[in-house]
């Protein structure tokens, strides 16, 4: 298989094809790097624009590299565009993060220190947070399914978020898209069962420092903020052959130790996943 990212390379995941949208920043970004050290296909689909450039340019100078492909998860065209792409590079896709969103700082620059009333927010507000972080979700994976069903394979990961995130004063256009996120999730897997495809949620555990959540974010209010990368070893481990037949389950990235050994999966993991 080439690797139209610019080379073979050689991993414990290069034979795995991903795609990640909103994949240019943050959580992300942070998914992409993960995968990209262990060497999968990886297509990181975001907006146009400086910033998926200068990840593209981050990723080089670690050695590391992806396939960039510009996304709108508001457009449909945009969307089947990206599709027949990675079909026609790639033939196919294994695997699916939905990252894509955008946070309060879109609706209220001042969400840290001043939370806004529910009622202060317009109806164009609410439907920009239900169409980028919940029908984005769902657009881009209804239009992978024929691709998923042709292969005879398909993993969906959705990146929602915690409750301790969604039930935040002042975070009326975000929550109620987020928890719709996670609600999604578990009906695909729902109805996806007995398939080999599978839908799963992961969430990181807690508010994650990003460019929509300042590093100065009241620790009183939003508690310790994580670091994106944290989500690098569940995303690994779910495109992993380890993850075959998973579903339906809520992964906490903050508690991945502790999720699998649960499942019975840590000495398998641990023996994979070594430094080698």
């Known amino acids: 298989m080439q690797n139209c990212a610019g080379g073979l390379v050689k991993g414990r995941l290069s034979e795995t094809r991903v795609v990640v949208t909103g994949g240019s920043s943050g959580i992300g970004f942070a998914i992409v790097r993960a995968l990209a050290r262990e060497g999968a296909f990886v297509g990181m689909a ?96 209804q239009s992978f399914m024929p691709v ?56 990181p555990g807690g508010f994650v420092a990003t460019h929509s959540m300042p590093a100065d974010a009241p620790e009183v209010n939003f508690g310790r903020l994580l670091s994106p990368d944290i989500m690098g070893e569940p995303a690994v481990f779910l495109s992993s052959a380890l993850a075959e037949g998973i579903n339906g389950e809520h992964i906490v990235a903050a508690e991945f130790g502790s999720w699998i050994s649960y499942r019975g999966l840590a000495g398998k993991w641990n023996e994979w996943y070594s430094p080698r």
Request: hydrophobic share 45%; net charge negative; aromatic share 8%.
């Open 148 to 203: 998923f069903i042709e292969e005879g394979h398909g993993r969906i990961i959705n990146v929602g978020a915690d409750e301790s995130t969604i039930l935040v004063r002042g975070f009326a256009p975000v929550g109620p898209a987020r928890a719709a996120t996670n609600a999604l999730t578990m009906i695909m897997a729902r109805e996806l069962e007995g398939s080999s495809i599978t839908a799963n949620l992961l969430t």
């Open 46 to 141: 975001a907006r146009a624009g400086q910033r998926l450039k200068d990840a593209k340019q981050l990723l080089r100078s670690e050695g590391l590299d992806a396939f960039a492909v510009v996304l709108d998860v508001e457009s449909y065209e945009s969307i089947t565009e990206v599709v027949n792409l990675l079909k026609s590079h790639w033939g196919g896709v294994d695997v699916l993060f939905n990252c894509a969103g955008i946070g309060m700082d879109q609706f209220n620059p001042e969400f840290t220190s001043k939370a806004a009333p529910f009622y202060s927010f317009t109806h164009e507000q609410l439907r920009k947070a239900m169409d980028v972080n919940y029908i984005g979700s769902f657009a881009v994976t």
